[in-house]
């Protein structure tokens, strides 16, 4: 016989939307064989009541055994051979429909009592099963949404502990229910074809006693076909016997796990970080009115580039959200936990979601960071994947030291091979080896965006767009008009974050400073940065909001102690500024130190060529000749009001090279 479609008993404890939805198949089936068998059972009835009508009940029997091959039986395959021997079955009663006499007591035991059994045993059993099931489904989705709904501050341990239990109780309960629903649902698929052939059977072998004289003719031409009848009913049985066996040893291995599986967030599985695509149960916020909002369990899976959904019985999912170039980050949310919400590409679109676990809502978090960077088109997205989580992982791993970092420290002034020599210094031995501790503090706070008050905003605003200094100082300590015109130099930048450091020179100290910024981001998955404009004046340095046109920062020129680009990202730079601790007893306190690290569209060697032009400018101002002569030998555009920061050839093969990328 043909193997039978079969339910896996190892998805019962997922209870994913594709077993839900095979099982629909097989309910359906069920149903189909349960209206047959009650049809096919009167049939029998009407033969076993009615002697005087024998021959018309031997034709209705006949009939109903045809129509076996025109059910629309939704797991129908494999059934020929047994369709074939039905149709045998329904032309040997036509043959016997003139033969038949009162076999009531026969026709009892070897017909209509095994359908009997078959109805009110396999097929009962498989409605009380389904109900079973149905009402440990029902509990588990409420103490789902009852654990789901616990707070995240202030939460009682005791409440917490029994909504636990609870929801291992019934996941368990729910997890025994299916399981035995879907034993009985495959051995149904082998006992339907033994309760169709084993009637026929009992009922012919009766025919065959009770007339033996008449029906000589008839049972030379059938030992065959009943033999092979018999023989296909033993091996269907002891195919059924050898699934039950499997399925029981099955049944029990699934059972036999701890306790964990059961209970929610107590994995002990380590946090996969590496992952490219991920599916499971979330649920899901959606707003129901103005300021109502409902929580919905759905599956989601990820596809490629998209975030998709599939609900309980849909045959397949739609797509939510596309997760290219997209973000995600932690939320606080109605007090719930491990909640997270994902943003589009564009900022229009969001949703928020919240995670069963915490390893699942970290492995969600990540998979979507890896989406989102495309590492799923490259032809080896898993070894992608691990490579940028081991440059995370070194990320945060101390480095002592700098001696590679100083071989290769970039010279501004090849930023243009006409422009104004970045001022030189004097040799000087190379540095000693310092550790990271003695540049940064261990544990100090990292800062990833600057803040501007309302109500400084609004000052500005009234001021004309000059920003009003917040500790006292005079406008002659900022730059003026006239003397911000000798060098006014835009960069776009976005701002990656600032932190405090024990010394105020070297390059070793911006360098780490990048390091930490960067890894911080990085493990605590803080992707978007803040946009501004850095006007490179000759008194002073200004972070300029780009929409608003307001400066969020300033920094004098004579409080910049050092800057420098990176050596191997040529698109990160930092600065260094010195400030004064007030709360010392000093009369001038103790200076301090704080690194600003940016990421530039323009390569950081330009910014920071710029930067030291405009300090070479501030100490010419003493000399009036000595500024002429500077200015004189400053590059500039042909028309002579920008400062000329590249060459004529590299500005002709950016050009070019734009121009490539663009085709």
């Given at each position: 016989m043909p193997a039978v479609h079969k339910l896996l008993l190892e998805e019962a404890l997922q209870d994913s939307p594709q077993t839900r939805s095979l099982l629909s198949v097989f309910e359906e089936d069920a149903g189909t064989l349960t209206e047959y068998t009650n049809q096919l059972l009167q049939s029998m009835q009407r033969v076993y009541g009615a002697q005087n009508e024998m021959a018309l009940a031997m034709e209705q029997l006949s009939k109903q055994l045809l129509a076996y091959e025109q059910q629309n039986f939704a797991l129908s395959q494999g059934d020929a051979e047994l369709i074939g021997t039905l149709q045998s079955f329904a032309k040997a009663m036509e043959e016997l429909t003139s033969l038949h006499s009162e076999l009531a007591t026969q026709m009892a035991d070897g017909m209509v009592f095994p359908m009997v059994t078959f109805r009110e045993k396999d097929l009962t059993e498989i409605s009380t099963l389904k109900d079973i099931f149905g009402i440990a489904s029902d509990e588990h989705e409420a103490s789902m949404v009852k654990y789901s709904r616990l707070p995240k501050k202030k939460e009682n341990e005791k409440v917490k502990v029994e909504v636990v239990k609870e929801v291992a109780y019934s996941r368990r309960k729910q997890h025994q229910a299916s399981m035995q629903y879907y034993c009985a649902l495959n051995a149904l698929q082998h006992r339907k074809r033994v309760a169709m052939l084993e009637p026929l059977l009992g009922y012919t072998r009766a025919q065959m006693s009770f007339f033996k004289k008449g029906v000589d003719l008839v049972s030379k031409k059938m030992d065959s076909f009943l033999t092979s009848a018999a023989s296909m009913a033993q091996s269907i049985q002891a195919q059924l016997d050898c699934e039950a066996e499997e399925m029981r040893l099955s049944q029990r291995e699934l059972l036999s796990v701890e306790d964990t599986v059961y209970t929610p967030d107590h994995d002990q599985d380590p946090i996969n970080r590496t992952l490219v695509q991920k599916a499971g149960y979330l649920n899901i916020r959606n707003k129901t009115g103005l300021v109502s909002t409902a929580w919905d369990r759905l599956y989601f899976f990820t596809q490629g580039g998209n975030l998709m959904c599939q609900p309980r019985g849909a045959v397949a999912g739609g797509m939510i959200l596309d997760l290219d170039n997209s973000s995600v980050m932690a939320v606080e949310c109605e007090d719930r936990r491990y909640c997270f919400q994902i943003t589009a590409s564009m900022g229009k679109t969001s949703i928020t979601l919240q995670a069963?676990?915490?390893?699942?809502?970290?492995?969600?978090?990540?998979?979507?960071?890896?989406?989102?960077?495309?590492?799923?088109?490259?032809?080896?997205?898993?070894?992608?994947?691990?490579?940028?989580?081991?440059?995370?992982?070194?990320?945060?791993?101390?480095?002592?030291?700098?001696?590679?970092?100083?071989?290769?420290?970039?010279?501004?002034?090849?930023?243009?091979?006409?422009?104004?020599?970045?001022?030189?210094?004097?040799?000087?031995?190379?540095?000693?080896?310092?550790?990271?501790?003695?540049?940064?503090?261990?544990?100090?706070?990292?800062?990833?965006?600057?803040?501007?008050?309302?109500?400084?905003?609004?000052?500005?605003?009234?001021?004309?767009?000059?920003?009003?200094?917040?500790?006292?100082?005079?406008?002659?300590?900022?730059?003026?008009?006239?003397?911000?015109?000798?060098?006014?130099?835009?960069?776009?930048?976005?701002?990656?974050?600032?932190?405090?450091?024990?010394?105020?020179?070297?390059?070793?100290?911006?360098?780490?400073?990048?390091?930490?910024?960067?890894?911080?981001?990085?493990?605590?998955?803080?992707?978007?940065?803040?946009?501004?404009?850095?006007?490179?004046?000759?008194?002073?340095?200004?972070l300029i909001d780009p929409q608003t046109q307001v400066t969020r920062i300033s920094f004098q020129l004579q409080d910049v102690t050092h800057f420098a680009a990176h050596q191997e990202n040529g698109r990160l730079m930092g600065f260094m500024?010195?400030?004064?601790?007030?709360?010392?007893?000093?009369?001038?306190?103790?200076?301090?130190?704080?690194?600003?690290?940016?990421?530039?569209?323009?390569?950081?060697?330009?910014?920071?060529?710029?930067?030291?032009?405009?300090?070479?400018?501030?100490?010419?101002?003493?000399?009036?000749?000595?500024?002429?002569?500077?200015?004189?030998?400053?590059?500039?555009?042909s028309d002579g009001k920008f400062l000329l920061l590249e060459t004529e050839d590299e500005q002709s093969k950016g050009q070019q090279e734009e121009l490539e990328s663009e085709a």
């Open positions: 069963e676990s915490k390893k699942e809502y970290e492995e969600w978090i990540s998979t979507i960071n890896n989406i989102s960077r495309q590492i799923y088109l490259t032809e080896n997205p898993e070894a992608v994947a691990i490579r940028l989580n081991q440059t995370a992982m070194e990320a945060v791993t101390p480095v002592t030291s700098f001696e590679k970092r100083l071989e290769g420290l970039p010279d501004p002034s090849r930023a243009d091979p006409g422009a104004v020599p970045f001022p030189a210094e004097p040799p000087q031995k190379p540095p000693r080896t310092r550790d990271s501790e003695d540049l940064i503090a261990p544990g100090t706070p990292i800062q990833f965006d600057i803040m501007l008050p309302a109500s400084e905003f609004q000052d500005q605003n009234r001021a004309g767009g000059r920003r009003t200094n917040p500790f006292g100082e005079s406008e002659e300590d900022c730059s003026a008009d006239n003397d911000d015109a000798l060098l006014q130099q835009v960069f776009d930048v976005r701002f990656l974050g600032s932190m405090a450091v024990r010394s105020g020179r070297g390059a070793e100290v911006i360098y780490e400073a990048a390091r930490q910024v960067l890894a911080a981001r990085a493990i605590h998955n803080i992707f978007r940065t803040t946009e501004a404009h850095l006007m490179v004046t000759s008194s002073c340095l200004r500024v010195e400030g004064r601790d007030w709360g010392q007893e000093e009369d001038e306190g103790q200076p301090s130190f704080s690194a600003y690290i940016f990421e530039s569209n323009t390569e950081g060697e330009k910014i920071c060529y710029t930067i030291g032009l405009a300090k070479e400018i501030t100490e010419a101002k003493k000399d009036p000749a000595t500024l002429a002569e500077l200015m004189k030998s400053m590059p500039l555009t």
